[in-house]
Nanobody, 125 residues
Framework: QVQLRESGGGLVQAGGSLRLSCAASGRIFSSYDMGWFRHAPGKEREFVAAIRWNDGRTLYTDSVKGRFTISRDNARKTVDLQMTSLKPEDTAIYYC??????????????????WGQGTQVTASS
C-alpha cells in the first residue's frame, strides 16, 4: 500500500477553480491506479476521477466531465485534480485513493484500498 496526503482544498465562489494535489509515499507509485472520490454531507461517497498506472488513461464521472482534469507526475509521486467551473453541488470532502494497477484489467471506479485523510472543497453560490 501507499500513504496518501491531500492538499489544496478551500472555499471558492461558484464558477471558480481549485487544484487539489495528492502526495504519495512508497517506491512503486508508478504501478498504482490513482483516483479521486468525494463525500458530501447526507450522501454516499462518490467516484470523481481516476488515472491508469501504465498508459495515463482517465475516467470521470459524468457530472465533472469537461470541468475536472486528473493528472499524475510519477517522478514527483503526485496526482492532481484541476477543478474548474465549480458548482455548489461539488462541495464535499475530496479523497485521494490508490490501488495496485497491474492486477486489474482496466481502469474502473472500484477496488481502491489506500486512502488519504481528505480535504474540504466548498463552492459557494
Amino acid at each position: 500500500q501507499v500513504q496518501l496526503r491531500e492538499s489544496g482544498g478551500g472555499l471558492v465562489q461558484a464558477g471558480g477553480s481549485l487544484r487539489l494535489s495528492c502526495a504519495a509515499s512508497g517506491r512503486i507509485f508508478s504501478s498504482y491506479d490513482m483516483g479521486w472520490f468525494r463525500h458530501a454531507p447526507g450522501k454516499e461517497r462518490e467516484f470523481v476521477a481516476a488515472i491508469r498506472w501504465n498508459d495515463g488513461r482517465t475516467l470521470y464521472t459524468d457530472s465533472v466531465k469537461g470541468r475536472f482534469t486528473i493528472s499524475r507526475d510519477n517522478a514527483r509521486k503526485t496526482v492532481d485534480l484541476q477543478m474548474t467551473s465549480l458548482k455548489p453541488e461539488d462541495t464535499a470532502i475530496y479523497y485521494c485513493a490508490a490501488r495496485f494497477g497491474p492486477v486489474v484489467a482496466s481502469l474502473s471506479e472500484d477496488g481502491y484500498d489506500s486512502w488519504g485523510q481528505g480535504t474540504q472543497v466548498t463552492a459557494s453560490s
